[in-house]
T-cell receptor
Framework: GAGVSQSPSNKVTEKGKDVELRCDPISGHTALYWYRQSLGQGLEFLIY????????KSGLPSDRFSAERTGGSVSTLTIQRTQQEDSAVYLC????????????FGNGTRLTVT | KQEVTQIPAALSVPEGENLVLNCSFTDSAIYNLQWFRQDPGKGLTSLLL?????REQTSGRLNASLDKSSGRSTLYIAASQPGDSATYLCAVKNFVGGATNKLIFGTGTLLAVQP
């Protein structure tokens, strides 16, 4: 597609349930990022994939959060045993491999944990 | 640890005014700096990217400058329009271990352009 695609656009889940968020990056983009944006807060880095290198997981807030990137393309962010404080907009971005390339963001998934 | 600050947090101007948004960062060893806009309920749209070796970039009515040594960037918007109303975010990419790394974002400036 022309841009970064995220699904679902909205997700409401009960506390304690697991959720999966999906990101389809722009074709040919080898770098993929997940960020979280909470109400009134800035963007919080979660995880970064670059090609076949080991991902930078330094931003994941707890071991309930994990992410995969299969085949160097689609990525899935999984949150296990969701808590109310996980409610936020989860944004995915991709870029070309070169460090100087701009990031292109999807519209995000708005997660609400009740 | 890199910290990015944006001032002001919110700004309201009448249509037609020229305006400047400010971004400062604490660690000058950046690889590049990128300005984004975010409309309500949407993702981020890239506006301008300045490499660390550059001083400024221009796109239409937008001009972004970078002064790495002082840890500052400005986004200049000429002849503002109501459609410019959005949150503007700056973000820096650092060198880490000889390689580039994640973008670190400021908290944004909420701009309202009054018709």
């Amino acid at each position: 597609g022309a841009g970064v695609s995220q699904s679902p656009s909205n997700k409401v889940t009960e506390k304690g349930k697991d959720v999966e968020l999906r990101c389809d990056p722009i074709s040919g983009h080898t770098a993929l990022y997940w960020y979280r944006q909470s109400l009134g807060q800035g963007l919080e880095f979660l995880i970064y994939f670059q090609g076949n290198s080991a991902p930078d997981k330094s931003g994941l807030p707890s071991d309930r959060f994990s992410a995969e990137r299969t085949g160097g393309s689609v990525s899935t962010l999984t949150i296990q045993r969701t808590q109310q404080e996980d409610s936020a907009v989860y944004l995915c971005a991709s870029s070309l491999a070169q460090g100087g390339s701009p990031l292109h963001f999807g519209n995000g998934t708005r997660l609400t944990v009740t | 640890k890199q910290e990015v600050t944006q001032i002001p947090a919110a700004l309201s101007v009448p249509e037609g005014e020229n305006l400047v948004l400010n971004c400062s960062f604490t660690d000058s060893a950046i690889y590049n700096l990128q300005w984004f806009r975010q409309d309500p309920g949407k993702g981020l749209t890239s506006l301008l990217l300045i490499q660390s070796s550059q001083r400024e970039q221009t796109s239409g009515r937008l001009n972004a400058s970078l002064d790495k040594s002082s840890g500052r960037s400005t986004l200049y918007i000429a002849a503002s329009q109501p459609g410019d109303s959005a949150t503007y975010l700056c973000a820096v990419k650092n060198f880490v271990g000889g390689a580039t790394n994640k973008l670190i974002f400021g908290t944004g400036t909420l701009l309202a352009v009054q018709p």
